[in-house]
């Protein structure tokens, strides 16, 4: 079972919440009974990068960031897009997975359009 908490994010919690939900259930379905938190942190910036995930296979924090390193807004559907990466790393993170940082990228920016898609821009 997974519960979510947001911060720095004005309005759309509950849509958040649901697409990050929806793309976890993508990994595992119903099959997580234990609880896990994940923390989604929107934050001004996260340079150098937009996003990052860490933790353990219980609790995980993604962080999102909201300004690009030129300190340009960066758009709801481009941090969806953010959040889907790493929410992949967070399924890793989760089936506790021996993998290398280049594999983790590239499992990453492989699916995240797909789930973006299918979870985000559809609802």
């Known amino acids: 079972m997974f ?6 994010l004005s309005g ?5 919440e649901m697409y990050a939900e929806k793309v976890l259930k993508h990994f595992f379905g119903n099959r997580i009974k234990r609880p896990i938190d994940i923390e989604l942190r929107f934050e001004k910036t ?4 937009v996003g990052y995930c860490h933790g353990d296979h219980e609790h995980i924090v993604i962080e999102i960031s909201k300004h690009d390193i030129n300190k ?6 481009d941090m969806m897009l953010t959040l889907a990466h790493e929410l992949v790393h967070a399924k890793q993170l989760i089936r506790k997975e021996k993998i290398n940082h280049n594999q ?3 499992e990453a920016y492989d699916i995240e359009q ?7 821009s559809n609802n």
């Not at 519960?3 to 720095?8: A, D």
């Not at 340009?72 to 559907?77: G, Q």
């Open 12 to 16: 759309k919690h509950d849509r958040v």
């Open 104 to 106: 983790s990228e590239c």
């Open 3 to 8: 519960y979510f908490y947001i911060t720095g």
């Open 46 to 49: 996260c340079e150098p990068a």
């Open 72 to 77: 340009k807004k960066i758009s709801i559907e």
């Open 114 to 120: 797909l789930l973006f898609d299918k979870y985000w």
